[in-house]
């Protein structure tokens, strides 16, 4: 495995690949991985030849009040773990090669519609700067997959329409949620998380079963359901942000004859935002 930062040794390594008629995946990441990552990594094995991860912590999707700062790095730990998964290239690019002129005078990517909502409202430009920056990534490895976390339900939504939008050939692959043993969905920010708080956490993915099972014995009172589940993570101790019954393709409110449904969670456990998901079929 290799590891480069600059986009001139990265075209050059895939072009040599590309003339070998080799197909290539990418595995876009913004690193601290876990088996969530490792996962896609894995898929991505059995899906190309080639599997490029890309670890760059992306300022352009990060509010003024959040954790870019803080964010951990931890490049050579990703690397171990990325050589055992079998990935085959680490394009690991500094904030001046992807953005040499700032953030203030790159041209950005906006994603109409499913962007807006749930996380896009809570958080202003976030999907704006994901758009825009796997854009970027696109161009640069020019991949014929690329592969991402269901457990970004809404990120992974926002992909796809911008890839079938801007005609981009890129087969767009979802992979499914990697959880802990109580429940909790992997990711990075878990480790943000007190011993206190991490016992209360499976709550948000309790709460989303119990939903879940409900529309699924029939029940189709969506308003009273999100309001019921808001109250759950209250009561044991989350600031929810929202909890949203949507229908899956247009992430738009659930209505009664919708039979694709996904569940949508984002809530605060301390300063820490978890963000889960999960789809129905009534």
Same mark, same amino acid.
């Given at each position: 495995?290799?590891?480069?930062? &600059?986009? *001139?040794?990265?075209?050059?390594?895939?072009?040599?690949? +590309?003339?070998?008629?080799?197909?290539?995946?990418?595995?876009?990441? /913004?690193?601290?991985?876990?088996?969530?990552?490792?996962?896609?990594?894995?898929?991505?094995?059995?899906?190309?030849?080639?599997?490029?991860?890309?670890?760059?912590?992306?300022?352009?999707?990060?509010?003024?009040?959040?954790? %870019?700062?803080?964010?951990? +790095?931890?490049?050579?730990?990703?690397?171990?773990?990325?050589?055992?998964?079998?990935?085959?290239?680490?394009?690991?690019?500094?904030?001046?090669?992807?953005?040499?002129?700032?953030?203030?005078?790159?041209?950005?990517?906006?994603?109409?519609? =499913? &962007?807006?909502?749930?996380?896009?409202?809570?958080? @202003?430009?976030?999907?704006?700067? =994901?758009?825009?920056?796997?854009?970027?990534?696109?161009?640069? =490895?020019?991949?014929?997959?690329?592969?991402?976390?269901?457990?970004?339900?809404?990120? %992974?939504?926002?992909? !796809? *329409? /911008?890839?079938?939008?801007?005609? /981009? @050939?890129?087969?767009?692959? $979802?992979?499914?949620?990697?959880?802990?043993?109580? $429940?909790?969905?992997?990711? &990075?920010?878990? $480790?943000?998380?007190?011993?206190?708080? !991490?016992?209360?956490?499976?709550?948000?993915?309790?709460?989303?079963? &119990?939903?879940?099972?409900?529309?699924?014995? $029939?029940?189709?009172?969506?308003?009273?359901?999100?309001?019921?589940?808001?109250?759950?993570?209250?009561?044991?101790?989350?600031? @929810?942000?929202?909890?949203?019954?949507?229908?899956?393709?247009?992430?738009?409110?659930?209505?009664?004859?919708?039979?694709?449904?996904?569940?949508?969670?984002?809530?605060?456990?301390?300063?820490?935002?978890?963000?889960?998901?999960?789809? =129905?079929? !009534?």
């Amino acid at each position: 495995m290799r590891t480069v930062h &600059s986009l *001139k040794e990265l075209r050059s390594i895939l072009k040599a690949f +590309r003339q070998q008629d080799k197909t290539i995946a990418l595995v876009p990441t /913004m690193g601290n991985l876990h088996e969530g990552h490792i996962s896609l990594v894995r898929k991505a094995t059995e899906a190309a030849d080639i599997v490029v991860t890309s670890i760059f912590v992306n300022p352009m999707q990060f509010g003024a009040s959040e954790d %870019l700062d803080k964010y951990p +790095r931890t490049l050579a730990e990703d690397q171990a773990q990325l050589e055992a998964a079998g990935n085959t290239l680490v394009f690991a690019p500094t904030v001046d090669e992807i953005y040499p002129e700032g953030l203030a005078n790159q041209t950005k990517v906006l994603v109409p519609e =499913v &962007s807006e909502g749930h996380c896009g409202a809570s958080r @202003p430009g976030h999907f704006e700067g =994901v758009a825009t920056v796997v854009t970027m990534l696109f161009n640069m =490895v020019q991949p014929d997959i690329a592969i991402f976390g269901e457990k970004d339900f809404q990120q %992974l939504a926002v992909i !796809r *329409k /911008m890839a079938r939008d801007l005609m /981009m @050939p890129i087969e767009i692959i $979802g992979a499914p949620t990697i959880r802990e043993d109580d $429940g909790l969905a992997k990711s &990075s920010r878990n $480790g943000y998380l007190s011993d206190q708080e !991490r016992a209360i956490a499976p709550v948000v993915y309790k709460t989303l079963t &119990s939903v879940a099972s409900q529309l699924e014995q $029939g029940r189709s009172d969506f308003n009273t359901l999100e309001q019921e589940a808001k109250e759950a993570l209250a009561g044991a101790g989350l600031r @929810p942000d929202y909890f949203n019954i949507v229908n899956s393709l247009s992430l738009k409110p659930a209505a009664e004859a919708d039979r694709e449904i996904t569940l949508l969670v984002a809530a605060f456990l301390g300063t820490t935002r978890l963000i889960d998901n999960i789809s =129905v079929t !009534r």
